[in-house]
């Protein structure tokens, strides 16, 4: 392990991460096979991506469609096993391109989404899985469904004859975010939703002990974002 605020390689800080995963799994009594990381590259050029690729890290995740249709296709081409996820808010409009670009959409939050996706789907084979995100603070100005509405919003997807893989979250800044992980752990057995996609940079080990399929990591493998 590295030592210091700053290890020296994107490998380094691949094994670091992997580290505290494993820590956290086996304190749960989980299996880390059961714990996906999602490498967030947002902001980061092809030059920053190409070591983690080279480090073995096959899963990345994105929050802009434009940005990840500008750096992608370049690299999936040399590099074809590449798993992309979409986990930043998602407009309508860019349905069709987030479908044929992403193997996952994180962000499904609202009727309108449901709809546009299901247009997107009848036009392809691509089937990407698709998280709701759950605003799990009823914070006023993040994205995500109410709690209220998310079982409608499943009723909704479902009768539309889409697929809800998981539910996905952002606990609010500043706050202890274990009691949002479990909020959204209940939620989804209530629910009967598989995986959950929850633990950014500063809190993924207390996600994983709470439960969390997935989990979205930037800073700490690419360091700070410019
Ligand atoms: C940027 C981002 C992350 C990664 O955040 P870090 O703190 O850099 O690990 C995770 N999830 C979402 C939705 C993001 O936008």
Redesign the pocket.
């Known amino acids: 392990m590295a030592t210091g605020d700053n290890p020296s390689t994107p490998a380094d800080r691949l094994d670091d991460v992997r580290t505290v995963m494993e820590r956290a799994a086996k304190k749960a009594g989980r299996s880390l096979s059961d714990v996906t990381l999602i490498a967030?590259s947002?902001t980061h050029g092809a030059e920053a991506i190409q070591p983690v690729i080279a480090a073995g890290q096959r899963v990345f995740g994105e929050?802009r469609v434009q940005e990840a249709q500008e750096k992608w296709p370049a690299l999936k081409a040399e590099t074809p096993d590449i798993e992309l996820h979409l986990?930043?808010q998602l407009q309508s409009n860019k349905a069709d391109d987030a479908v044929a670009l992403f193997d996952a959409i994180h962000s499904v939050d609202r009727p309108s989404l449901v709809k546009a996706l299901a247009k997107a789907f009848a036009k392809t084979d691509r089937r990407p899985a698709l998280y709701v995100q759950v605003n799990i603070g009823a914070e006023e100005q993040k994205g995500g469904c109410a709690i209220e509405v998310l079982p409608t919003l499943l009723a909704s997807a479902r009768d539309k004859g889409l697929e809800i893989t998981g539910l996905m979250c952002?606990p609010p800044n500043g706050l202890e975010p274990a009691p949002y992980f479990a909020l959204l752990a209940k939620l989804a057995a209530e629910n009967g939703v598989q995986k959950l996609s929850m633990g950014?940079?500063?809190d993924y080990e207390t996600a994983i002990m709470c439960g969390a399929t997935h989990v979205?990591?930037?800073?700490?493998l690419f360091g700070a974002r410019g």
């Open positions: 967030i947002k929050n986990v930043g952002i950014m940079s500063s979205r990591v930037g800073t700490a």
